[in-house]
């Protein structure tokens, strides 16, 4: 079994700081690529941020310049640094990740449970 937990979310003012992390466990053989979703109230879930197994990374145009995703493969861990937080953040951020795992041959979508950020003005 896989698992994807999210945590680092919280309660910051306008122009703060926080870093999410998703952590995977369970029996991983290889881990792809690992996005970053959010989904506000009200609002469908967007695609936030994006890095590949070789640590490239691509980001939504909301968050591009505030946003960094970073991954740690020894750890199976993945980063969302955001910086310069906005009222408009405020959303549950989603990890997900496409995983090899057990005796699979092929990759599958796991998705991380939620993490809570509030942005307040």
């Known amino acids: 079994q896989v698992q994807l937990v999210g945590s680092g979310g919280g309660s910051v003012q306008t122009g703060g700081s926080l870093r999410l992390s998703c952590a995977a466990s369970?029996?991983?053989?290889?881990?792809?690529?690992i996005n970053w979703y959010r989904q506000a109230p009200g609002k469908q879930r967007e695609w936030v941020a994006g890095i590949s197994s070789g640590g490239g990374a691509n980001y939504a145009d909301p968050v591009k310049g505030r946003f960094t995703i970073s991954r740690d493969n020894a750890k199976n861990l993945v980063y969302l640094q955001m910086n310069s937080l906005k009222p408009e953040d405020t959303a549950v951020y989603y990890c997900?990740?496409?995983?090899?795992?057990?005796?699979?041959?092929?990759?599958?979508?796991?998705w991380g449970q939620g993490t809570q950020v509030t942005v307040s003005s």
């Open positions: 369970g029996s991983i053989f290889s881990i792809n690529d």
């Open positions: 997900k990740a496409k995983i090899k795992a057990g005796l699979n041959v092929r990759a599958y979508d796991y």
